[in-house]
């Protein structure tokens, strides 16, 4: 009488057909004058084995002498299957085990040894067909009872982890899961119950009407210390039985007749009541509240882990806004110091350098020794002032200012072959008018790839190529150089100059991909998005 992995939904009324009616015809004309004293007689036998009041009812339906007393008042198989495929699942719901049950029925199946040992031979063997009939009948309606509920519950698990899955943020899915809880209980009304962690207020989240979202604004809900109490152990509630405010909706206290509460936990702490209405008095089965109780623990975590992963969004939202601030500040600060050096530093070494070369030519010849000294000196100012210029260029190229992102990646790229024995192709197409934000992102990125293949790569040749395309740009430097390890440049502690690329391109809503392998040269890929409305720019503008 196990539930099988995929019974179809059977009728035993339609399987058994006529025949089933005629054997319960027998079974009526034969117990039905002992069908009081059978069920009383079977009622003691169970309790006297540990059943239970509601288990003993349950399987008191289902038992030959019911099928009997049905027929006897209105002649219709179906509905003593109907009736038996209720109680199958109140005796699912009540988890007893299918064995309790076959041996359930084999004391109802002794008790009625005497009654068969009064009729003839033919009596008994039609007495014995006809119960074999009710046994099969009520077997196969029994293994599918159970299947609905054990498919209830699986659909029940399944929805909750697709909720868990599918909702955008916590709200919703507080909201889903109650829906989908409510239909699994088939319950009239739903709401669910938070406790702020700030002010330990408590607000009514969500609420369903007939298993779907009901409107209804978010809304404070006083609880009294005595009722929260009661609610934390999780009960049902019948209408007049000590439930008078324990119903945290005040419209349900009238309009319906039964509450479940089920408490929402977090390590020992009440976070959250869940409640469902019905309106008929409907006392919850063991099984029942161990699938809410379950579905509960799977909530709390789920709420946990998407309000963890809100935070985290919006902490992750609060540094990047916080990152791209830093730059902004960092260009800032670029500029300051680029103008403070050129204004005063670099002025300063100017005049000195003039002031040298007019020492130097009015030297007398009394003083010739001092000449070599003099030109040594305005030599060196001369270089200091050409390294100046060269930082002042790097720190804030004013190139890239007055002319574009084109002509100051020109300039890097000259500086480049300039300072170093590397052979630099660039390409560089027609290039939209972009956002200074991005002009300066993009020469940054490019600047940094070159410092690095300078520094670390070793490389002869490097290929640096900017275009536009699909309204995205794309910076691309790719070099021969000895390569490297990308995931192990990513891990290694201290070093942040791939992860700051990234997540400079990144602020920017755009795509940075890595490709290195040791012997084999690296190539870096950046593509950036293109404002709307941006058209074409020369190359060389």
């Not at 299918?98 to 009625?112: N, W």
């Not at 260029?393 to 170093?420: D, H, I, K």
Request: glycine share 6%.
């Amino acid at each position: 009488m196990r539930a099988t992995a995929n019974p179809p939904a059977l009728a035993a009324a339609e399987v058994f057909g006529d025949r089933l009616q005629a054997h319960l015809e027998v079974l009526a004309r034969v117990l039905q004058p002992h069908v009081p004293a059978l069920e009383r007689r079977f009622l003691d036998k169970l309790r006297r084995l540990g059943y239970d009041p509601r288990q003993r009812k349950a399987l008191a339906a289902i038992t030959p002498g019911a099928a009997a007393a049905l027929l006897a008042a209105r002649g219709l198989p179906p509905e003593f299957v109907e009736q038996v495929e209720y109680n199958g699942r109140r005796l699912a719901k009540l988890k007893l085990e299918p064995v309790r049950i076959v041996s359930a029925l084999q004391e109802y199946d002794r008790l009625l040894a005497p009654i068969a040992g009064a009729l003839d031979a033919a009596g008994r063997g039609s007495l014995r067909q006809a119960l074999e009939q009710w046994y099969f009948c009520v077997v196969l309606t029994l293994n599918n009872a159970f299947y609905q509920v054990g498919e209830t519950e699986a659909q029940t698990y399944h929805e909750l982890f697709r909720n868990e899955l599918e909702s955008q943020d916590l709200d919703e899915l507080l909201l889903q899961m109650l829906e989908s809880l409510s239909r699994f209980c088939q319950a009239e009304a739903g709401a669910l119950y938070l406790r702020d962690r700030a002010t330990s207020l408590w607000w009514r989240i969500a609420t369903t009407l007939g298993g779907e979202p009901q409107v209804a604004p978010k809304a404070c809900v006083t609880i009294p210390a005595g009722a929260l109490r009661r609610l934390a152990k999780g009960q049902c509630m019948i209408a007049g039985r000590g439930a008078k405010n324990l119903p945290l909706e005040p419209a349900w206290r009238q309009r319906l007749a039964t509450c479940w509460s089920v408490p929402l936990t977090l390590e020992g702490r009440l976070i959250g009541i869940i409640q469902f209405g019905f309106a008929k008095s409907y006392e919850w089965l063991p099984r029942e509240v161990e699938v809410l109780t379950a579905a509960a623990e799977r909530c709390v975590l789920a709420a946990e882990k998407a309000r963890l992963m809100q935070e985290l969004a919006a902490r992750e939202a609060q540094i990047r806004e916080l990152a791209g601030h830093m730059l902004q500040v960092e260009e800032r600060e670029r500029r300051r110091i680029s103008s403070e050096l050129h204004d005063e530093a670099g002025q300063s070494l100017m005049c000195i350098r003039l002031q040298l070369e007019m020492l130097e030519m009015a030297a007398v010849d009394s003083c010739a020794t001092l000449r070599p000294g003099l030109g040594e000196v305005r030599a060196l100012t001369e270089r200091t002032i050409v390294e100046i210029r060269r930082l002042l260029s790097a720190l804030s190229p004013a190139v890239l200012e007055e002319l574009g992102l084109a002509p100051a990646l020109r300039q890097l790229v000259t500086r480049l072959r300039r300072l170093n024995k590397i052979q630099v192709r660039p390409r560089i197409g027609p290039l939209p008018l972009l956002p200074s934000v991005t002009t300066i992102a993009v020469y940054r990125l490019a600047q940094e790839c070159l410092n690095n293949v300078v520094r670390h790569s070793a490389a002869s040749r490097v290929n640096i190529s900017v275009d536009s395309a699909d309204e995205r740009l794309r910076l691309s430097v790719e070099d021969d150089g000895v390569g490297f390890r990308v995931k192990e440049a990513l891990s290694k502690r201290g070093s942040f100059g791939l992860a700051g690329m990234s997540e400079r391109v990144a602020l920017l809503g755009g795509k940075f991909h890595v490709d290195s392998h040791p012997g084999r040269g690296t190539r870096v890929l950046i593509e950036l998005p293109i404002p709307a409305g941006k058209g074409p720019q020369d190359p060389g503008s």
